[in-house]
């Protein structure tokens, strides 16, 4: 069982104790205790990561075992849920979408959305800054690229919360319907009046070409757009809150970044490695007997890999408790590794830059509100983020 939800302040001395035993060990999983491995090592997670012997197709694994869960199939049975070559072909239809050159063409409107959320805060009180901030610059931004109208971003943002409910199935199968229900119909009315979004462009590959193959199904282009939208911003979201929290408590680097703002892009991948945005990747599992660490694990086992176990691995990182803006950090692990690895990183990247940027810009005497211990965690397995933040200045 992942550590991280039930130990949301500090994650990390739990994992050091388990990687220090053994980077790989077989833990109880799911309903009823069956056997899984858990990864907390570094070199062993991006090992495992890479290895196309751990499948991340949950429908087949799950196929016959019988579930009380209805989750929606288009949230189910995403391309994160997918091996190639289905996933090469999901991929590859929105890969053009998140390129360096895109990226680049959206930054003048990630910084607008920045400041005009920033302007909110008059400095009279505490600003929280993942209310404020990190929870709607993200949704905007991916709802922006994806072409969702203003009016449906506050359920969308509503649904993608109650996807990461922790303890309430119910409510995250019922959040999954909603959402896909709402994407349906967008797409629906995209066929009817197309523009310039990326869902509509995507709505072409629907159709059938000249030699009557598809692209995509219907549910292939619903699904993919849930995974854009959630992961999109949930990821995002948390990297921001979790960047601004790290540097509120080492006022040596905050202060740096603050007289040098042109080395946060560099700062960003040491931020990621010190506390990621999702603790512990999504479901694989063995397809054959895999040797991993030194551990023989056997075919047909759930397989967890905690990234931010792996990213404080001593191993790797000397000192990995320490917030090192010198530290050459490039490899860690927070985007994921392999043919899986983050499809919207350099989105992620842009905006957490430009929002850093503008909050130590403007607010240059930021400080936490209340004693870190006070803040409240979101409790659930995958990602790793705080509920708010609340600053002054």
Partial sequence: MSQDSRCPQDPYSPYAALRSGCPVRSVPTGSGGRPGYLVTGYAEAREALAD???????????????????????????????DPPRHTRLRRSVT?????????????????????LLDRWTGGGPFDVVRG??????VIVICELLGVPEAGRPDVRRWSAELFTAGDPHAVDTASHALAGYLAELVAAKRRRPGDSLLDRLVPACDEDRNGDQHLSEEELVSLAALLLVAGHETTTHFLGNAVLALLRHPAALDRLRKEPDAIPGALDELLRFDPPVA???????TQAVTLGGVEIPPGV???ISL?????????????????LDREAATHLAFGHGIHRCLGALLARAEV?????????????????????????????????????PVLT
């Fill in 96 to 116: 053009g979408a998140f390129t360096a050159g895109a990226v680049t063409r959206l930054r003048p409107f990630i910084a607008r959305v920045t400041d005009e």
């Fill in 308 to 324: 931010g176990a792996a990213n404080r691995d001593p191993e790797r990182f000397p000192e990995p408790d320490l917030l090192d």
């Fill in 133 to 138: 901030l990190a929870v709607p610059l993200p």
């Fill in 52 to 82: 196309g012997r751990l499948s991340k197709d949950t429908a087949a694994f799950f196929a016959g075992k019988g579930s009380p869960r209805t989750l929606h199939p288009a949230v189910a049975h995403t391309m994160l849920a997918t």
């Fill in 353 to 389: 830059e430009i929002a850093l940027r503008a909050v130590l810009a403007r607010f240059p005497a930021i400080r936490l509100a209340v004693p870190p211990e006070r803040l409240e965690w979101q409790r659930t397995r995958l990602v790793r983020g705080l509920v708010s933040l």
């Fill in 280 to 286: 512990t990747t999504t479901f694989r599992f063995t």
């Fill in 302 to 304: 759930p397989v967890q």
